[in-house]
């Protein structure tokens, strides 16, 4: 009992000291500091918690892929998020049709509420999203050409149409009268068709079979082309030695069958027939065939095999002064006498040294009596006593103004074989110009006149491909006439020429020649024959083997795999290049337009055709075939050089390319549309009747002419100038004459297309390189009727529209104008000023804008921005990542701003994607300012980060609040509805390359996913496939 006790006292001693010591002191120390125990505790909760997961998460992993290997074979399950959004959505499809039925209540707001709500956890799209862009790609027949039969003309005529461009634009009756002079030759093989020392008097063109045309030197034969079928072996020039009277015979050129050919021999004297009863047609004939030396043969030569001083004969100069002049003063005895000119000294002028006049640029006069630092006044005064200095330019037994009228009258009559000589009179005009002063001045029209030289002396140059140094090419001394080609063409001049020192002229205008060449015809032949006496044979040779193409819209140059004999020069319209893949689909490779040269690379290194060209619009081509440059090559070297820099630009060129396209896909409906720039001739449609067309023309045309020499065409500027009948039919060679004369002399050609479909619609559309479509942005979509015409006549030319919007408003609903219109490459928003849209009579359009169009236009406007984009000369403006320190674009959009840069287009990546969307929109710095900062004050709250957090599985953000800001910045804009064109790029990481974005809402989640790095990826779909970007 005892001990009992003992243990019971000794129990109750030690739980009151437990209570009372321990667990008492225990809990007054957790009172005090419960917090630490709250936070231990829920800590170790959310360990428990956290282990239990894991453990749940790892053995139901385990149990899937068991299941998963024994069912490998079984249809793979429905997800349980898919199945509920399934439901769900098809729940709320019924709630809304019970939803819709009631209507202003309160009843109605709350199950409005309840739809955001719903929409907002099912991820359901508003049903008041605007329209999509709809397909991006162009028509299958942009990249293709047009397989087109002539079966239905006699093969004799078509082929002569088609393989003498000069002949090709006869009249049916005309060319009826050529076919009756016309002879079948059947050559063959082997034999000569004509050799050395046959006459030089005859055309023919290949009908079946093929001929070798080759030179004959003391190095042996050497070909120059292979003529085949459809093709001609003629030399222009021999035909108007043949003309003149004056038939040579083959000096150096052979042709000869290499199989058994049919060939259609035409005489040149055929021709004579029917000039004399068509003088207007031997006047087109003659400058067609100079026009061909200019742009064909002297600009092959030239501008790309660098030749020049070789393209001329160099005449010696006269052993006597007057020898072959006709100053001659007659004596009362009626014999005659040569009066003596003072001898002059020649001042050296060196050839590649550039000269100028105290008066550059200006008309040369009388006046220039202040010579130039570097050169004596006048050669004359030398050797003159300083009592005769003052008589300056005189010489013994002066002659007087007038009777050098007449003794120039004379000698233009005996060179111009005018037996009538009163035609001239009051038409020559004597001039006396110091040492160095320009006459013509190359690429320049200005002075264009038939100069004869007095006495002194012309110096001819011709500057350098690559270079500004000049090669001298001849002199022309007294008794000659220079200025023969410009003339004639009514092209810039080919050459510059000064006076080598002081020199008396006679000179007859181009508007002096013109008139009498109306009254007589024939002069046309005798200036002809100048030019092409001062030629060297080499061109003559040359001449044999170019040819000068013309080629109707959609038809093929040539075809890929083709074999490589040829080059080509672009002398008007513009070709496409297109690569067909092996597994058929076609790609666009480039476009070349005027002056460029195509297929030399494939041509030197004897390889097939890499692709194949078409004609996107009427085209004139130079042709330049193989043979040719061989012959070249081996008389001067030097065209090796020239051959070397060609192909290693265009090598260069293609490793630029390569190195690009192999970094991102092909162009694929996400992508932008195939678009060119750099256009020569461009037309503009109205898209309906209100659109102020003519306003807009203006407009364009003062901004284009601050880039390059511009002419604005419509139809009563063409009818003005060339007659109220130019537009007909019959005068199509005419009119197509003239409009290449003008596109050759300025760098754009503005053409303006009536409201309706006339010939002179139609005519500006094929002439086109580009075509604007002009609507107005605040009107309701809408197809015009021209563009409806457009699809049809011209579906290979790249087209371009325009939306004119009024000052205050902005632009909306582009995209529905771009779905209506899946054709158009691109589009263009025009903040257009009050003017534009003021209604006025054509007349008053016409006086405000002349003086608009004085003044300097403003290179910020969207005009300029526009003809910019059109000469390849736009200003881009690309900003990159940067996060925070992004805002600092801000102040570098403000320095290009007031350093007078333009930007014409916006891209960026990261925040540089933000900030670029921002400014193509506003376009303002003070708006960007303040939207900017208002947005950085939205993600420094620290508020939204929280609500914002996310299960850190793929990403610590889920984003919703990011793209939140962005839509409040941004609103319900659309990329297509911003001012400026803009793009951003992203990764797509299913194919590891860049991703191009130019459509789509600006406020999207691509722009929260570029801005920021550690927001969760999305996935777009397209028809064709996904893509999974970040």
């Known amino acids: 009992m005892d001990v009992l006790g003992a243990i019971k006292n000794f129990n109750t001693d030690l739980g009151v000291i437990s209570e009372t010591s321990w667990i008492g002191n225990l809990f007054m120390y957790l009172q005090e500091t419960y917090e630490v125990f709250y936070v231990s505790l829920l800590g170790l909760v959310f360990v428990i918690i956290s282990i239990t997961v894991f453990c749940i998460r790892k053995c139901t992993k385990k149990v899937f892929n068991q299941k998963e290997e024994t069912t490998q074979d079984q249809i793979t399950r429905f997800r349980k998020r898919d199945k509920a959004l399934f439901y769900g959505r098809k729940m709320i499809r019924k709630v809304k049709n019970i939803s819709g039925q009631v209507r ?12 955001k709500f719903a929409r907002r956890i099912l991820q359901l799209k508003k049903d008041t999203d605007q329209e999509q862009l709809k397909v991006l790609e162009p028509p299958a027949e942009y990249l293709q050409e047009d397989m087109l039969n002539d079966e239905r003309m006699p093969p004799d005529a078509l082929y002569m149409l088609q393989s003498i461009r000069v002949f090709g634009h006869f009249e049916k009756p005309i060319f009826l009268k050529l076919c009756k002079h016309t002879e079948i030759i059947n050559v063959h093989s082997g034999s000569y068709l004509f050799r050395i020392g046959d006459p030089d008097e005859n055309v023919y063109i290949v009908q079946s079979g093929k001929l070798n045309v080759f030179i004959t030197s003391q190095e042996g034969t050497t070909t120059l082309k292979i003529v085949k079928p459809g093709e001609s072996v003629t030399s222009l020039l021999s035909f108007t030695d043949v003309l003149t009277g004056q038939t040579n015979p ?15 021999k035409l005489p040149m004297m055929a021709f004579q027939e029917i000039f004399e009863e068509y003088p207007d047609i031997f006047i087109r004939v003659l400058q067609v ?16 095999l660098g030749l020049s001083a070789e393209l001329v004969r160099q005449h010696p100069k006269p052993k006597n002064v007057m020898a072959g002049s006709p100053l001659k003063r007659k004596r009362d005895d009626g014999s005659s006498a040569e009066t003596p000119f003072a001898a002059t000294l020649p001042i050296p002028v060196p050839g590649h040294q550039r000269r100028h006049s105290m008066l550059d640029g200006k008309s040369f006069s009388p006046s220039y009596n202040t010579p130039p630092s570097d050169a004596p006044a006048d050669a004359e005064n030398l050797n003159t006593p300083p009592d005769l200095q003052k008589k300056r330019h005189s010489f013994p037994g002066r002659i007087e103004e007038d009777d050098l009228i007449e003794l120039a009258t004379e000698a233009f009559a005996k060179e111009l074989g005018l037996e009538d000589i009163s035609i001239l009179e009051d038409r020559v005009e004597i001039r006396e110009v110091s040492a160095g002063t320009y006459l013509m001045k190359e690429d320049s029209n200005k002075d264009a006149a038939l100069a004869y030289v007095i006495s002194g002396a012309l110096v001819v140059s011709q500057r350098m491909t690559e270079s500004e140094e000049e090669v001298h090419m001849f002199t022309a001394y007294h008794g000659e006439i220079v200025g023969g080609l410009t003339v004639l063409t009514g092209e810039p001049s080919f050459f510059t020429i000064r006076a080598k020192h002081f020199t008396r002229l006679a000179l007859i205008s181009k508007t002096t020649f013109y008139a009498i060449m109306k009254e007589e015809p024939r002069v046309v032949l005798y200036v002809a024959h100048l030019v092409v006496k001062r030629l060297s044979p080499f061109v003559r040779q040359v001449d044999f083997a170019l040819d000068w193409i013309f080629v109707e819209s959609g038809r093929a140059i040539y075809r890929q795999d083709d074999e490589s004999d040829s080059t080509y020069i672009v002398l008007s319209g513009r070709l496409r290049s297109v690569i067909t893949h092996k597994n058929g689909k076609k790609e666009l490779v480039g476009e070349y337009g005027k002056g460029d040269l195509i297929g030399v690379v494939e041509m030197v290194t004897q390889t097939k055709r890499s692709t194949t060209v078409i004609a996107v619009r009427d085209s004139e081509l130079a042709k330049l075939p193989e043979g040719l440059f061989n012959v070249i090559k081996l008389r001067y070297p030097i065209v090796v050089t ?8 265009r090598i260069l060129g293609t490793y630029k390319k390569g190195t690009l396209s192999a970094s991102s896909p092909s162009p694929t409906a996400l992508d932008s549309r195939p678009s060119q720039i750099n256009f020569s001739t461009i037309a503009v449609v109205a898209a309906s009747d209100d659109v102020p067309l003519t306003a807009f023309t203006y407009e364009l045309y003062h901004s284009l002419s601050a880039i390059g020499q511009t002419l604005r065409l419509t139809s009563e500027v063409v009818r003005k100038t060339l007659g109220t009948t130019i537009i007909d039919p019959n005068n199509e060679y005419r009119l197509s004459s003239w409009l290449a004369q003008q596109e050759d002399q300025h760098k754009i050609s503005l053409y303006q297309c009536d409201l309706t479909v006339t010939a002179w619609t139609l005519r500006c559309i094929r002439q086109a390189d580009c075509i604007l479509i002009v609507g107005l942005g605040d009107n309701h ?7 409806k015409e457009i699809e049809r006549l011209a579906i290979r030319t790249q087209k371009e529209l325009v939306l004119l919007h009024r000052e205050g408003g902005k632009p909306e609903n582009t995209i529905g104008w771009l779905n209506m219109r899946t054709w158009v490459s691109s589009h263009h928003h025009i903040l257009c000023p009050n003017r534009l849209f003021s209604r006025k009579s054509l007349y008053r359009i016409n006086e405000l804008y002349s003086k ?8 910020h406007t969207d005009f300029s921005r526009l003809a910019r984009w059109l000469t390849g000369k736009s200003v881009g403006l690309v900003l990159g990542g940067g996060g925070a ?11 290009i701003q007031e350093s007078g840069i333009p930007i014409d287009m916006v891209g960026g990546v990261s925040i540089g994607a933000f900030m670029g969307a921002l400014w193509a929109q506003e376009r303002n710095v003070t708006t960007v300012t303040q939207k900017a900062r208002e947005w950085s004050k939205k993600m420094t709250q620290w508020w939204r980060q929280i609500l914002d957090l996310t299960y850190p599985m793929t990403s610590m953000f889920s984003g919703r609040e990011f793209n939140q800001t962005i839509r409040a910045t941004f609103a319900d804009t659309y990329i297509e509805d911003l001012w400026l064109p803009y793009f951003t ?15 789509g809402k600006s406020d999207s989640d691509i722009i929260g996913i570029i801005i920021f790095g550690c927001t969760k990826s999305i996935e777009m779909f397209s028809k064709k496939s996904s893509y999974l970007l970040v």
């Open 289 to 304: 065939i100079m026009v061909r030396l200019q742009r064909v043969t002297f600009t092959a030569l030239h501008q790309y």
């Open 885 to 895: 320190r992004g805002s600092a674009h801000v102040g570098m959009i403000k320095a």
């Open 104 to 115: 202003n209540s309160g009843q109605g707001k709350k199950r409005k509420l309840v739809m």
């Open 781 to 787: 979509p809408s197809l015009g009727k021209v563009e």
């Open 852 to 859: 608009v169009c004085s003044q300097e236009p403003n290179i």
């Open 250 to 264: 083959y000096k150096t050129v052979s042709a000869k069958a290499l199989e058994d050919s049919t060939v259609v």
């Open 985 to 999: 790029v992203t990764t797509d990481i299913t194919s590891s390359c860049m991703r191009i974005h130019t459509h």
């Open 642 to 649: 020239r051959l070397i820099t060609l192909l290693g630009h």
